[in-house]
């Protein structure tokens, strides 16, 4: 009755990459803020939607401050997902800012 997730290696014809494109701490109000852009290229013969999960390591309490698509909390914690449709032949790309109190 459980869940379980498989990782059974590299999807041929997709690829992605995550950059951090902004990092700023705000030390007297004890917070972090941290800005991403994942990429995603679909080179498969049909539109493939990606799960995109991504870990927010830097501390527990967190709060998505921006995001250009839908995202919910991950099936784990500490984490988020975004489901990013990508028509083949195509790439896209998804942005997000966290921010992290403590």
Do not use: C, M
């Not at 059974?8 to 803020?33: H, I, M, N, S, W």
Request: aromatic share 8%.
């Amino acid at each position: 009755g459980e869940t379980a997730t498989l990782n059974l290696g590299p999807a041929a014809g997709l690829a992605g990459q995550r950059l951090r494109t902004g990092y700023a701490e705000v030390v007297p109000f004890k917070a972090a803020e941290e800005s991403f852009e994942i990429l995603l290229d679909n080179q498969t013969g049909a539109d493939q939607t990606v799960t995109v999960v991504e870990h927010l390591y830097r501390g527990d309490t967190f709060e998505i401050t921006a995001a250009n698509a839908e995202h919910r909390p991950g099936r784990t914690p500490g984490t988020i997902e975004f489901d990013i449709p990508v028509r083949s032949g195509t790439q896209r790309s998804t942005t997000y800012t966290v921010r992290y109190t403590w």
